[in-house]
């Protein structure tokens, strides 16, 4: 099973079967998502943090409570992703791999830009993503910066990291600079001690990667900062991704890039 | 008064003494913006209904419950535009230049925004805008394109019209593709008929404009779409800006400028 083969429908197929793994990788070409679904009652408040924070948090499709499926992702947005997050109270209760039994009808489900999805460019023009070559998951830190709260919903910015040869961060940040719905341009280059991360060794979600004599660190805004807010802010329940085990969309990554 | 003399607190302060104007010239170099204002309840259906149709409605504030100013706008959402449309259940009530006594604790005021913003750049091209020279409002017509509908929310894309020489409208494409925020590129070039608009002489809503030799009609999709969804879904309360006469706010257009 080679995961650069697998259209978007067989990796959701997988998924669905039981098959557990982080999706960096998975059907190149097509864009990924992170999920957040929440109650009915919730949903205004974090759409309107989502609206105020847009580069953490690109919103690609929105469910009417209940859907189990999006006009993004034609498949079970329930048993089609390979890892869930579940949260009582803001408190991460569990992780599975299939959430039918706990899905609501009055849950509505939100698809996030991934930053998986500007990878596929970035190897193209010969831009190394370290956790590809590694087969690892992406490192992801919580920063000292706050979003910008909305209703009950606040949190800090969660980035994800990705070392970069000093040679390549002009590329990296004109590449990725053209997908801003996936996250767009980095939020920051260098120094991880000025977002308040104290040590890159220990990423607060994904694992951690090596950062090599010629590499700088490059931080671009994360689609797990929902579940961040989610953390901060206890509405009663949520469900999540697993972070780094994202929803595999049947949208081309072209569909997102700018001019 | 020189109306492309005035800062956008100058103006606002005219508009709250009572001069009752299209804004189109006003503040150029500041962004102006669409106002609709819906009660809490029916915040996150149009809320979401804006995430749909991002062309026509390009979310650039949302305000919390009963706020009367907003981050783009440091003044009174109630008094600073020139003129506002009152609606209950759908219907138009009347048109007022100011709405103190009948905002609520519970609106929610949504701006969103407006393709003046691009014409300044348009104008500093060489490329012609005939409502300005004519110093009308803009033309701007309900079409027979279905918005994406979400909860309560559904309606007719409704579009502005500018008349422009054919040898310029590569231009006017280019330029104003460059700012999405407030509307982008043209949504229709050419024929109105396929936009279901059998008359351009008689726009539904703002003034008509001549159309020249030489000139082809190029349409943008237009912020007073949610003042038709609005019409069309009937919810039970709203105020929205009289069409064409805009809040003026604190933004620079070219904030809104993607490279």
């Known amino acids: 099973m080679d995961p650069a083969r697998l259209s978007p429908k067989q990796a959701r197929a997988l998924f669905r079967s039981g098959l557990r793994t982080t999706t960096s990788g998975f059907s190149p070409g097509y864009a990924q998502a992170n999920l957040i679904a929440l109650p009915r009652e919730a949903a205004f408040d974090f759409l309107l943090f989502a609206q105020r924070n847009p580069k953490p948090c690109p919103v690609l499709d ?32 569990e992780e599975r791999t299939d959430v039918t039994d706990l899905w609501r009808d009055d849950l509505v489900a939100f698809l996030i830009g991934c930053s998986f999805t500007f990878e596929t460019p970035l190897l193209e023009a010969g831009v ?8 690892t998951n992406v490192a992801m830190y919580r920063t000292n910066r706050e979003c910008r709260p909305a209703g009950r919903f606040r949190g800090p910015l969660v980035v994800s990291m990705r070392p970069i040869p000093a040679d390549r961060v002009a590329d990296a940040v004109r590449i990725t600079s053209r997908y801003p719905a996936v996250h767009g341009a980095p939020v920051h280059v260098g120094d991880p001690a000025a977002l308040g991360i104290a040590d890159l060794s220990r990423p607060d979600y994904g694992d951690p ?11 671009w ?30 949208v081309r990554d072209s569909c997102y890039q700018v001019p």
Chains 1, 2 share one sequence.
């Open 221 to 250: 805004a994360c689609g797990v900062t929902p579940q961040a807010a989610v953390a901060a802010s206890a509405p009663e329940f949520a469900i999540g991704h697993a972070p780094g085990h994202m929803a595999v969309t049947d």
């Open 128 to 135: 190394p993503v370290r956790h590809i070559e590694a087969g």
């Open 62 to 93: 929105v469910t009417e409570p209940g859907q189990v499926s999006a006009s993004v992702f034609d498949g079970d947005l329930r048993t089609d992703l390979p890892a869930y997050r579940v949260y009582r109270h803001g408190e991460p209760a």
């Open 209 to 219: 990667v090596q950062v090599r004599e010629g590499e700088i660190p490059v931080f």
